[in-house]
């Protein structure tokens, strides 16, 4: 059997599903509910300074995306750091680190920008006995406005400065959580790197309004007539935190820096694709919240049999095995040609395919009269939208055409690979010869 123990960045937990700083790691009973269900490790909610702790909205604090089942999409949050007295905080989290020793146990943080105030507040949290830290600078909203969260993680130079205080101030991992709303996630991935940051973790929630109430007019969630922006999270993330990982784990500057992957992980199959795109492990958080904590079960059990498929023995020989695969476009082979099948056992002319393809695509599909669909190869580009929109998995796939073949499209034979920069439309690649 498999075995699902990871190892990020020194810190040692029975398996890379942790949950992320959240409404779900506020306080000890859910931490402690937490690991009885099956959690590798949480990360405990973001705590602030000493003093009267920060006052959340006591209404709605989500507002939500559905799909057309009515299954959660996407969750818009504008709750803020922990509420609770920070003394209260690390009291609970030291019970829960002596009864859970083998689990990762992380503290987040978020205090105002000045070196005096990052560097009292973390030997204090290091007494506790956590595994380290997960410097909060991506929090969008509330905070940001108070020169913290997002307002640090959006400048370089900030989490380089943060950073290195923390590092000068603990020898615990640091690890770095980035905001998503940024143009490009390189720079302050680098930034974190610069400042000595052992890991870095996204993505933090992307500043969002989900709806708007076309009652009252306010956007929602809704607090006494107004709303506001929030963070985003939940499945509908995931395109978004998937690629920003892959451009951190195929960075020059930035590759070998060990990656917590977060954003939409709903199945062991999400957890899967950010640890080959280059994570090491994943956190957790709209998922927990939808199903509750339990779910960890269903993705320690899929991991663990699809490890064993694949051959797999550790979590880390799946971690980057994709990286080498993502590429820019320009480097894509512009003489691979593939052309859509449609299995006419399995269709049930339901007439997508026929439908998106001729009104928003290449008119590549033929309608018979019996509703019989077939693709029209000297049309069909493989844009791959019938597969998409067909709703029977597997009835419509994609078959490659082999070197030598002709492309009854463009009357071409299939060459060997060719991409962009030499093409001869390529007016650059023609000025650099």
Known sequence: MADLTSTFCGIKSPNPFWLASAPPTDKEYNVRRAFEAGWGGVVWKTLGEEGPPVVNVSGPRYGAIFGADRRLLGLNNIELITDRPLEVNLEEMTRVKKDYPDRALIASVMVPCDAESWKSIIPRIAETGCDGFELNFGCPHGMAERGMGSAVGQVPEYIEMVTRWCKETTDLPVIVKLTPNITNILYPAEAAKRGGADAVSLINTINSITSVNLDTFSP??????????GGYCGPAVKPIALNMVAEIAR?????????????????????????ALGASNVQVCTAAMTYGFKIVQEMISGL??????????????????????????QYLNLNHVTKAVINQD????????????????????????????TVKDDECVACNLCVN???????????????????????RKVGDYANWTTHPNNVAACVAE
């Open 389 to 411: 929109v067909c709703p029977v998995e597997g009835c419509i796939t994609m078959k490659t055409l082999e070197r030598g073949e002709v492309d009854e499209r463009t009357g």
């Open 346 to 373: 399995d269709c049930i002319k339901c007439g997508r395919c026929y439908a998106a393809c001729e009104d928003t695509s290449h008119q590549a599909i033929e309608m018979g009269a019996d509703r019989t669909f």
């Open 220 to 229: 929602e969630p809704m607090i006494d007539g107004k709303g506001t922006h």
């Open 251 to 275: 960075n020059p500057e930035t590759a070998g820096l060990p990656i917590s992957g977060i954003g939409g992980v709903t199945t062991w199959r999400d957890a899967a694709e950010f640890l």
């Open 304 to 329: 663990s049999q699809y490890m064993d498929e694949k051959g797999f023995t550790s979590v880390a020989e799946i971690s980057g095995r994709a990286v080498p695969n993502v590429t820019d476009w």
